[in-house]
């Protein structure tokens, strides 16, 4: 049987996903997602990802993710700092530490591969 769907992602129902309050720079960000699907082992996440405006830090791990709406400066320590907006894709890496300055609440959809 096959588990095989579609969605509207800019529509989706997203649940709350708190901040641990250290990640937080500045403003008041708030985080929702909704994990869509999760390998057997839960090594490997697929969903959608939300927040609203403010700075986080994040450590991150292997990610493919593509913004549906909303932009952000990610700055990657020691990289690159990355323009995101509304059809960007963008690719992170395990361990990339990088501070997040989201201007409008932004949506991602997200491929991800836990260390």
């Not at 530490?97 to 591969?113: N, P, Q």
Request: overall charge negative.
């Amino acid at each position: 049987m096959s588990n095989s769907f579609a969605l509207h992602i800019a529509d989706a129902d997203l649940e709350p996903d708190p901040l641990d309050p250290a990640q937080i720079v500045s403003g008041t960000p708030e985080v929702t997602g909704r994990v869509l699907w999760e390998s057997a082992d839960g090594r490997q996440l697929r969903g959608i990802w939300q927040i609203t405006p403010g700075v986080v830090t994040d450590t991150e791990e292997d990610e493919l993710f593509v913004v549906v709406s909303g932009r952000a400066t990610i700055e990657v320590a020691g990289g690159p700092t990355l323009e995101v907006g509304p059809g960007d894709a963008g690719i992170l890496h395990a361990g990339d530490r990088t501070t997040w300055t989201v201007h409008e609440t932004l949506r991602k959809a997200y491929s991800l591969t836990l260390s």
